[in-house]
Structure formats: structure tokens, C-alpha cells
């Protein structure tokens, strides 16, 4: 038997996965899926809309109400959870403030508040002054570079100024023949030292004298220097656009996050949905897992559930409009979705804000307070209480609940 079973394989339970094999314990992680990294933009937004755009998360973080995932968490424990994260990674994967949001050019031109972002990144923050070359590549059709060049032009900076940018296009296939090449056709080929010079020397050709180089997000998968190699070749400071997914920085951090847990020892399942339960003392003894030829328990001393919400199927929707926790029969804060999806596609979606309520552990609660399974924690969007997409909060939730239910578990949370 293995001491902590975590289910999901996104940030959140990845990171809870991570934390508890720091601590000593041993681990399996069990995924449907590969989780919903490569659908990210490869950084970690803590607080970035309520509603008005933020520059300091934290403390957006310490005013939010009652019944938000933060709010049992508080803002020291969400910057220090983030920290040990960026920490982990190093600084090759994430740099940046909790405290302090970067706001980054997107793939249509607007501003993206994030707290840390990757090092190919963050020289593309908005100051007012700030000059832009937007290059985009003829093969590559996510990057629209007039588009983006044309937003950013009539973007203000955070801090009062303007910014000023330009297009401009290369032509370089990525592979011969290719008709529809994606992000991470690009990034496979930029693993290539002798592409990503030809890149380069593209790009150059064609930049100008702008202060910062903006490219798509395809800046190698799996070698880590590509962008310095850029940007080193240009002789200025580039930042990576990331594009629609597949996500190359959200792969990235993917690689990185499952390769070290791995090296931590935790086991790795991937390919079987968890199906039920076996009920032990108060909690859990076991979770069925659907694998090939008949289902398997796995049991364990605690679990973690980190399936994600809506976005990946953990909570079901039926034809008439129940809501429901398919694996383990959960209460949640609302079962009728049918007055709280809006007339207006743009407003507030209050069903999305539907989730699991939890105890100031982390443990799933009923509408009176009680502890449904004892030994059972549950993290990231799978909890009640935020609109995580509106308010740029989902990586923050996140890695701040995953923090939580792994320390409570090890008995290291304060």
C-alpha cells in the first residue's frame, strides 16, 4: 500500500505529488489523461481580473470574500506555495514576484497579467515607452503579427504610458512539404541548433530597431537555451508570444514537473479513469481504478483529488441540467445548472463557480460543515468558489490548495 494515491496529473496534482514525495512519502499518481498543462500558457497566474486588471496579486488575493478557494488559504500561503514551486523548477522554467504581476503581450495583442512567467518571456512586459517588433512566420497562421503589432500600438501600459510596435513576416517551413505546421512542428525543429541559427538570421533580417523582439511561443521543447540563442544572434531582448494550443511553454513545464516527480520516486499511471471507492473508517480505503482486464484498488493512508472542473469532466452535467461529482458522490454548492448559466455569453457564468466545498484542510465538507471522507483532500479547480478563467486565479488555486492537502498530510502545514 502506498501512503498517498493523487489523482490528476495538472498542475495541482503534480504539485501535490511532488510535495509529498519531498516529505518522504511514497506516492502514486493516477491520470485519465496527460492534465491540462498544454493547454496553458506555460505560466502562473495567481490574480489577474476583480474585474479591474491587477499589478499586485497578493493582495487581490487578501481581499477576496468568504467562500473563495483563497480565502482559506490566505495570501502568505498562497506567495509561499508559489515559491517553493518556482523554486523547484528553477529559473530556467519560471521567474518572477508573487507579489508583482508581469503584464505580457498575448496572441491578439491585448495585456496578460501574470505573476511568474519563463525567462523567454518576461522581456516583453508593458512599459510605457516600450517599443515592439512583432514577428511572425508565413507557415505559422496562430501568429497574426499585424494583428498583434496593430493591439499592442493601441495598448497602454499599466503604468500610464503608451507603447509603440510593428509587424513584420519571415518565410521559414519547418519542415518541406508541411501545409499546416503547428507551434510545436516549430519547436520540435528549433531543438535543431542549426534551425534555430536560421531563425535567427530570419528574424534579424527583418526586426529593425525595436526594443524588444516579440516571437511565437515555439522556441524549442526540450533544449533550453533556444531563446538565448535568439536573442543573443539578435543582439536585443526577445519575449515568446505563447499561441492556441498545443501549448509549447505549457508542455514545457509539463516535462518538467512529471520528470522531476518521477526522479522523486512517485508512480507514474496514466490511461485509466478512477471509477469508485471502497470506504474504510470515517475516509477511504481504496479508489477502483478502470485498467485493462478488470478493475484494480489502489489503497492508500490518504488521497488527493485534483481532477480539474468542468474543463476536463469532473463534474458532470446532465441532459436536465443536474450537476454532479461523478467519482466519489460529492456535495456541491449548487446541483441545478439551469439558473446560473447567463443570457449574455461575456457575463459573469456563476456555474462555473460551482465546486466542492472544503474545510480549512482542504477536506471536502457538506453544506453543514462535516467532513465527508477524513483522509480524502481535494485541490485545485475542482473547488467551489471562483471564477478561475475570468479572474486569472486557476494556477495560484492551484498550487496553493495542492500545497495545502499535501502538508496537512504530512503534518507540516503551520
Not at 482559506?72 to 515559491?83: H, L, R
Not at 469532473?314 to 466519489?328: C, K, Q
Request: aromatic content about 6%; glycine content about 12%; overall charge negative.
Amino acid at each position: 500500500m502506498t501512503d498517498v494515491v493523487v489523482i490528476g496529473a495538472g498542475l495541482a496534482g503534480l504539485t501535490a505529488a511532488l510535495r509529498l514525495a519531498r516529505a518522504g512519502k511514497t506516492v502514486t499518481l493516477t491520470t485519465k489523461g496527460p492534465g491540462g498543462l498544454q493547454l496553458s500558457q506555460g505560466t502562473v497566474d495567481i490574480m489577474g481580473y476583480t474585474p479591474d486588471r491587477v499589478s499586485a496579486p497578493l493582495d487581490a488575493v487578501a481581499a477576496v470574500a468568504d467562500g473563495h478557494p483563497y480565502a482559506s488559504v490566505g495570501a502568505a500561503a498562497v506567495s509561499a506555495a508559489v515559491s517553493w514551486l518556482a523554486d523547484e523548477l528553477g529559473p530556467e522554467f519560471l521567474v518572477g514576484d508573487p507579489s508583482r504581476n508581469y503584464h505580457l503581450p498575448t496572441a491578439v495583442g491585448a495585456l496578460r497579467p501574470t505573476a511568474l512567467a519563463q525567462p523567454s518571456m518576461v522581456a516583453g512586459d508593458a512599459v510605457g515607452g516600450k517599443s515592439y517588433a512583432v514577428v511572425g512566420v508565413r507557415q505559422l497562421k496562430d501568429f497574426p503579427a499585424d494583428l498583434i503589432a496593430g493591439n499592442l500600438a493601441r495598448s497602454t501600459a499599466p503604468d500610464g504610458g503608451k507603447l509603440s510596435a510593428h509587424a513584420a513576416w519571415i518565410s521559414l517551413p519547418a519542415r518541406k512539404g508541411e501545409a499546416d505546421p503547428t507551434a510545436l512542428t516549430y519547436a520540435r525543429a528549433m531543438d535543431d541548433q542549426s534551425f534555430a541559427a536560421a531563425f535567427a538570421k530570419a528574424v534579424a533580417a527583418v526586426a529593425g530597431n525595436a526594443d524588444v523582439v516579440a516571437l511565437p511561443a515555439v522556441l524549442g521543447i526540450t533544449r533550453r537555451d533556444v531563446w538565448r540563442q535568439v536573442a543573443e544572434a539578435l543582439g536585443r531582448d526577445i519575449c515568446e508570444i505563447p499561441l492556441p494550443p498545443p501549448s509549447v511553454p505549457g508542455l514545457r513545464l509539463y516535462d518538467a514537473l512529471l520528470a522531476m516527480v518521477r526522479a522523486a520516486g512517485v508512480r507514474f499511471i496514466q490511461g485509466s479513469r478512477i471509477t469508485g471507492f471502497t470506504a474504510g473508517d470515517g475516509g477511504l480505503a481504496s479508489v477502483t481504478l478502470a485498467s485493462a482486464g478488470a478493475p484494480r484498488a489502489l489503497s492508500a493512508g490518504s488521497f488527493v483529488f485534483a481532477p480539474g472542473g468542468f474543463e476536463s469532466g469532473a463534474l458532470d452535467v446532465d441532459s436536465h441540467g443536474t450537476i454532479s461529482e461523478p467519482v466519489f458522490g460529492l456535495p456541491l454548492t449548487a446541483t441545478d445548472a439551469t439558473p446560473l448559466i447567463p443570457s449574455v455569453y461575456w457575463g459573469p457564468h456563476a456555474l462555473f463557480e460551482v465546486g466542492v466545498r472544503t474545510d480549512g484542510a482542504g477536506r471536502p465538507t457538506d453544506a453543514d460543515g462535516a467532513v465527508v471522507h477524513t483522509n480524502l483532500y481535494v485541490a485545485g479547480g475542482i473547488i467551489a468558489g471562483s471564477e478561475r478563467w475570468r479572474e486569472k486565479s486557476g494556477d495560484g488555486i492551484a498550487v496553493a490548495t495542492a500545497v495545502r492537502a499535501a502538508d496537512h498530510i504530512t503534518g507540516g502545514a503551520r
